[in-house]
């Protein structure tokens, strides 16, 4: 037991061992921990994560105070150097979205966070970690677990590994980078279709992007002036703005075809990105019923499963359904994340994840 300061990991160590096999396996271990007990395929994991708050900074909009406390138990870390020990992780994550920091003079990113861990046994803090990047590879990862069980899986085992896809981003801000660098990154993108309300950024990123997967993976990258340009041919849409109105409805997707929607954004109300036409036509999953139920209100659809209950039972959607991850964020994949940083950032020598 250690009655010392808690160890504090800045962003450059933290970044050091950010990896997608370690921020993969964290979250979907979270995703399947915070399933009920009670479910038709339980899982021996589990995890308590009561319903996040939400401060209002000052009377404007735009400025909100998160606290996101969870207990996640029983799991598993499952790096290659791991002995197959049993985790339980107490973390609570603070963040913070002030949506116009990245027009700043001096621009921020709209989303910071840190992570604080905690001893299982004692309850003492034992580490503070800084979590903003942390928290853009955790959801961009709940994306990418997300479209692998509910895309992908709908046309077999090895689809991830053999289908190509058209891929569209919408937003392409912090997730909306990373989403589209981890999605070339892990599957088969013949087509990157980039919208941003401002051009130049979806430019930017075009460039950059086209520097590693144009010539690698033969990827098409095109930077489209609307929604509805970006996302008609798409299989894979991936939404990430702050928009209080639909920037994509029915008529935006490919008719009669399967397509996922990785809906990520829009600040306080997750849903207002997408139109209620999509979310009535759709299958909609969750990463969490406890938060949606909080979050969601006024969805305009039923909500399906969660997606650990969709990685537990295999109850996948059908070929040519639209599906939608509802995304909002868990404390549980930021605490299983930041255990697993914590765990690389304790060994002796990095290891290739
Ligand atoms: N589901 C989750 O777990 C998480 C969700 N988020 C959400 O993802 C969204 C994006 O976050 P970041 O990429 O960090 O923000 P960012 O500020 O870096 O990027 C936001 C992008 O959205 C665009 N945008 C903003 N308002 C818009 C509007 N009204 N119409 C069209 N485009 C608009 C901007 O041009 C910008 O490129 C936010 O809504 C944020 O709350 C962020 C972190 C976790
Ligand atoms: O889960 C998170 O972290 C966030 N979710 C919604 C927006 C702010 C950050």
Redesign the pocket.
Known sequence: MSSGLPTYYNADAVREVLTWPLVNKAVESALVAIVKEDHKMPSSSFAFQPKRTFTACGKEPGKILLTMPAYVGNYKLKSPRDPGEVEYTVACKLVT?F?GN?RRDLPL???QAHVLLFDYQTGQLSAIMEGTDL?TWR?VS?SLVATKYLYFRRFGAQAEQERNINVAIV??????QLHAAAFCAHFRVRQLNLY???QA?AQDLAYQLRQKFSTESGTQINVCSSPNEACHDADIICI?????EP?INLASLKANQGVHINA????ENHFSEVAPDIYQRAKVYVDCYANAEAELVGLPAPITAEVGEIILDGNYPREAEISIFQ???MASEDACVAQAVRYALSLPQRFPY
């Open positions: 979205s949506s990245p990113p709209s989303i928290t959801t709940a937003g392409c801000g912090v997730q909306g941003n309300r401002t950024k990430a703005t702050y928009s209080k920037l990520v954004g829009a600040g995304s909002m964020g």
